[in-house]
């Protein structure tokens, strides 16, 4: 069975805890696929406590570029601090392109008696543009973009923080982080979210729906046949990607086909594919020093397979991260 494969490399590619990068109630039920970048993981891991100085740049430039825009008032009357407050940002989508599929959680530090009443002063500020309002206890925040399109954003709790294409959506998520009997996310999507933890700085997570839809229109790519690659979207049940952040980086990408046939394919191919790169690489690195750290981190690089499942491996060691970075011009 599908699902099977699906809890299969959930526990293949989960690390400890049994928490998730975000929890599946907060997301709609057609939900497709799903971002998450957690902030507080990055600035808590060892690399970024090692890196200080880049960091605080970092800070600074997201600081200049929040002066250019009005919103970095609002959130000066607010109290939130984004390099302190802001915990971790997700973008889910039913797997189409249209706009009106996107939600966002946004988990952080809120003080929601300030945000409110920042809130109502913007709205009083910009006239129709921003409306407040109630659902229950929850405060409503309706932003309106341009003459057709309004998000319906609500104050969940003073930690989280959701934005709706529809006030049904957005009182669909209220519902269900209250514990009313709201439909949850398929289960083919909530095994994929048990790969993630909250340690990870990125996670990604895509079901073979999703690809599919994403991939319709991939000119000789991964759509219907595949075109050159030899396998298509249609021989996917799901991709889960993360990046982890400690002391070094470590990039991870899991595939989950739907029979073995598909999945030695695809390690085949991401190995010979592997072979060419190092390649390609390691000639340029003949030519140019500066792509030495390159090819360090290609060869940390590893493809496997095990039944349905296709894993990517790979890392960035803090040397090579710092061998990069010297490189790189200076602010």
């Not at 805890?17 to 975000?22: L, V, W, Y």
């Amino acid at each position: 069975m599908r699902l099977t494969k699906l809890a299969t490399v959930a526990l293949v590619l989960a690390l400890t805890g049994s928490a998730h990068a975000i929890d599946p109630k907060y997301l709609p039920p057609d939900t497709q696929a799903a971002i998450t970048v957690n902030l507080k993981a990055l600035l808590n891991s060892d690399l970024a406590k090692a890196k200080k100085d880049l960091v605080q740049q970092l800070k600074v430039g997201l600081q200049d570029k929040l002066a250019e825009s009005p919103a970095k008032a609002y959130l000066d009357k607010a109290g939130f601090d984004l390099m302190r407050d802001l915990h971790s940002v997700t973008i889910a989508t039913d797997g189409s392109q249209e706009d009106d599929s996107v939600f966002i959680a946004v988990e952080g530090n809120f003080n929601s008696e300030k945000l409110i009443e920042t809130a109502r002063e913007a709205a009083r500020n910009e006239g129709e543009a921003l409306k407040v309002s109630k659902a229950g206890s929850v405060t409503v925040f309706e932003i309106k973009k341009g003459e057709q399109k309004t998000i319906y954003a609500g104050l969940v709790s003073d930690s989280l923080l959701v934005a709706a294409p529809s006030r049904e959506a957005l009182n669909a998520t209220i519902g269900r982080v209250n514990g009313g009997r709201v439909a949850g996310v398929k289960p083919a999507l909530k095994s994929l979210l048990a790969s993630t933890n909250p340690k990870q700085a990125i996670s990604i997570v895509a079901t073979g729906e999703a690809i599919t839809k994403g991939m319709q229109k991939a000119p000789g790519g991964l759509g219907k046949g595949g075109g050159n690659l030899g396998f298509s979207a249609e021989d996917l049940d799901g991709i889960t990607m993360s990046v982890t952040v400690a002391r070094d980086v470590t990039l991870q990408v899991g595939i989950i086909t739907k029979d073995e046939d598909s999945a030695k394919k695809i390690a085949a191919g991401a190995n010979l594919g592997l072979l060419a790169v190092r390649g390609m690489i390691a000639q340029k690195a003949q030519e140019d020093a500066k792509v030495q750290p390159v090819v360090d981190i290609a060869n940390t690089l590893r493809v496997t397979n095990q039944g349905v499942n296709v894993q990517l491996r790979g890392e960035v060691t803090q040397e090579n991260l710092d061998r990069i970075l010297a490189f790189l011009p200076r602010r």
